[in-house]
């Protein structure tokens, strides 16, 4: 079945640090992905997405972008905030064998420290 | 604008107990979905309704049910709870239930169920 895979974290980093959290999927057809955002006692907010091969997705300066060849959607910032500090989830949707859900990848939390 | 509204946020129940969530979907939305997250891991799909049908059912046993109200509202129910049903259940809408809205899919803030 279709699933994804993320980074294990914590990931901690200094104010004004490069970030990277890895995501690679596996998936019948070709589904969307996306990086979705939970902030400590909030829903889950989308924070971009990508529908097909190579196209990069964007927000707030974090992008990723859809390599089909590798199965990989990255999440990179380039500057991180300590408002940044969350916990991101990698999402696939959409694809050969699941129309109307989204799969999710374990989380992966991000301390942003000043 | 309302968003997503789930009811109540925080609930404690003890084995064997049934349970009912409850979601108000963002006016207009046709498409309710839950999904259960727990601790430490990502949500993981249980149900969604569109137009009061069930549309897609994920990897649960039958004591997971649910239901979509004419007013496109829905209750997650929830039989002979164990220890490992403590969770976050998130409740999500969207207008349709097409796979080019999930743009257009907004969470709840969820309710923590507390199972003792």
């Known amino acids: 079945g279709n699933s994804v895979t993320q980074m294990e974290g914590p990931v901690t980093l200094s104010e004004e640090a490069f970030l990277t959290i890895n995501c690679t999927y596996t998936?019948?057809?070709?589904?969307?992905l996306f990086w979705y955002v939970q902030y400590p006692g909030e829903g889950l907010q989308l924070l971009l997405k990508?529908?097909?091969?190579?196209d990069k997705g964007s927000n707030k300066g974090f992008e990723a972008t859809y390599r089909k060849e590798t199965t990989s959607f990255h999440l990179e910032k380039g500057s991180v905030q300590v408002s940044d500090s969350a916990v991101y989830f990698c999402a696939s949707g959409g694809g050969g064998g699941a129309t109307n859900k989204l799969i999710f990848g374990t989380g992966t939390l991000l301390a942003v420290q000043p | 604008d309302a968003g997503v509204t789930q009811s109540p946020t925080h609930l404690i129940k003890t084995r064997g107990q049934h349970v009912t969530l409850r979601c108000s979907p963002i006016s207009g939305h046709k498409s309710v979905s839950w999904y259960q997250q727990v601790l430490g891991q990502g949500p993981q799909f249980i149900f969604q309704y569109y137009e009061k049908e069930e549309r897609g059912r994920g990897n649960f046993p039958d004591r997971f049910s649910a239901r979509q109200f004419p007013n496109y509202s829905s209750e997650l129910n929830v039989n002979a709870l164990l220890l490992g049903d403590s969770a976050l259940y998130l409740c999500a809408s969207s207008p349709t239930d097409f796979r080019d809205t999930f743009e257009k899919l907004f969470f709840g803030s969820g309710t923590q169920l507390s199972v003792l």
């Open positions: 998936a019948t057809g070709y589904p969307s």
């Open positions: 990508a529908t097909k091969a190579d």
